[in-house]
């Protein structure tokens, strides 16, 4: 069962210790490939899924605020992003090693395919980009950021209960998020629970790590409830999940993960962020640094070499 701030048994330090080195690693990620990124976006021609999502599951996506789509991503792809996660591992970013608990066995990481190829040839080429364009309501497709979750066997970080629009310095209606297993996971091995319509609420709760970082926790935000202790009171989504297939959430649906218990079955994911043409940089307190250079005033459209537009309909 996925588990809460409260119900972890993990006290929240007053002032994270990582809080300013989170900020500062971030603005390190390389910047510099800027023309050959442009020139990829060009020329970037995405493959089309197994197949492609059903009206029932879009329109359960937009009910629900989360769906599973089965067997709709190649074994190919998957190969391709462990290829991606494998190198991330001998060689995490700047900021990975900030975000990562390897002594706990998490590790995560953020951005990658600026600085990885297999993860740009995935943001480029991959079918997450027409699958997004499926769920947004958009004639255009822009990739957000990419990143990393990997919970070794028997490592108790939890991911705590959270929506993830908090975590961001942007604001639009058409944002989706695209949840990529590479192993077979279960409930035992940290599987995700939402819960449904979630994204239809009116509250905006406080963006809660698994390191508890205090850089990122707005006060002036809510505290999520106890969902744990009152877990009757919540019509809770969960899925067991093999390579190909994939979640798909709104970012304000509420969900979270265990950490995981199984003794031989590691839990690898690759998020895959998308947005739509409404949605702008909005720079709050206690929300995701962006990366150096990225070239945006508050109230722009994302986009340029570092959110690139994988994807433009006319």
């Known amino acids: ?6 119900g972890t048994g993990v006290s929240m330090p007053s002032e994270a210790a990582n809080a300013s080195n989170f900020e500062s690693r971030l603005v390190e990620v390389n910047t510099t490939r800027s023309p050959e990124v442009m020139f990829v976006m060009a020329t970037a021609q995405p493959e089309a899924p197994s197949r492609i999502l059903s009206g ?27 290829i991606g996660i ?5 060689a995490p970013s700047a900021l990975g090693e900030i975000l990562s608990m390897r002594n706990r066995g998490f590790s995560a990481d953020l951005f990658m395919w600026l600085q990885n ?5 995935i943001v480029f080429n991959s079918p997450l980009a027409r699958l997004a364009q499926q769920v947004l309501d958009s004639p255009t497709v822009t990739h957000w950021y990419d990143q990393l979750f990997l919970k070794e066997p028997g490592s108790d970080v939890p991911t705590p209960w959270h929506h993830d629009l908090t975590f961001w310095p942007i604001s639009g209606d058409q944002i989706v998020s695209i949840w990529i297993p590479i192993d077979s996971v279960t409930s035992e091995s940290s ?22 970082n205090s850089f990122m926790v707005n006060p002036e935000l809510e505290d999520m409830p ?3 202790s009152n877990r009757d009171k919540y019509q809770l989504l969960s899925w067991d999940l093999e390579p190909g297939d994939v979640l798909i959430f709104h970012p304000l649906t509420v969900h979270g993960s265990p950490g995981n218990s199984s003794k031989n079955k590691t839990r690898r994911a690759l998020a895959s962020r998308w947005v739509g043409a ?11 640094p962006m990366p150096a250079n990225h070239g ?13 537009t994988v994807l433009q309909g006319g």
Not at 1 to 6: D, L
Not at 117 to 121: A, V
Not at 278 to 288: E, G, L, N, S
Request: glycine share 6%; charged share 30%; with cysteine.
């Open 1 to 6: 069962m996925a588990r809460s701030p409260q």
């Open 56 to 82: 029932s599951e879009v329109e359960a996506l937009r009910e629900d605020g989360v769906i599973c789509a089965p067997k709709v991503l190649p074994k190919a792809w998957v190969d391709r992003i462990a």
């Open 86 to 90: 494998e190198a991330t591992q001998s």
């Open 117 to 121: 190829d297999e993860f740009k040839h």
């Open 191 to 212: 599987g995700l629970e939402f819960i449904r319509g979630s994204h239809t609420w009116p509250n905006r709760f406080k963006a809660i790590t698994p390191d508890y």
């Open 226 to 228: 106890d969902i744990d």
């Open 278 to 288: 409404d949605v702008v940089y909005d720079p709050k307190p206690h929300t995701m």
């Open 296 to 308: 945006l005033d508050p109230g722009d459209q994302l986009g340029g070499p570092i959110f690139p």
